[in-house]
């Protein structure tokens, strides 16, 4: 069964890149909302506070909070660690050590609608 209404918590320190998630996500008929944050520990306020975030995007390197401490922090956590993450980041050399600490996919930007839609569908399912 295909979900439609998820709801997705953007992580990304650079306004135009939360920008356009918003709107290749607008353009999917699967996410209903999109949270936008620019750090770590604003994710992490959010995800505590919220009980209806299906997805993270999250990116790598920002300032406060990177998201390499942001997904140790998520997956330590009881109440949160079975959100699902999806790291997008320039950055490949990162792909690994996200993946060990527990991400469940992983995009190099700039970010494909299709591939991007594609990983969501797969984690969150």
């Known amino acids: 069964m295909e979900r439609d209404d998820l709801v997705v918590l953007a992580v990304d320190d650079d306004k135009i890149n939360l920008m356009l998630l ?16 620019m750090n770590g520990q604003e994710a992490i306020r959010q995800l505590k ?19 390499l401490e942001t997904i140790q922090v998520v997956r330590a956590d009881e109440n949160m660690k079975q959100v699902p993450i999806i790291v997008l980041t320039t950055d490949e050399t990162k792909k690994e050590e996200a993946l060990e600490l527990g991400a469940n996919d992983f995009l190099t930007k700039p970010i494909n609608k299709t591939d991007l839609i594609a990983k969501m569908k797969s984690v969150v399912i």
């Open 22 to 37: 918003r709107s290749l996500l607008a353009k999917s008929e699967i996410v209903i909302e999109v949270i936008e944050v």
């Open 49 to 67: 506070g919220r009980d209806d975030i299906d997805v993270v995007l999250l990116d790598i390197i920002m300032p406060i909070m990177g998201g």
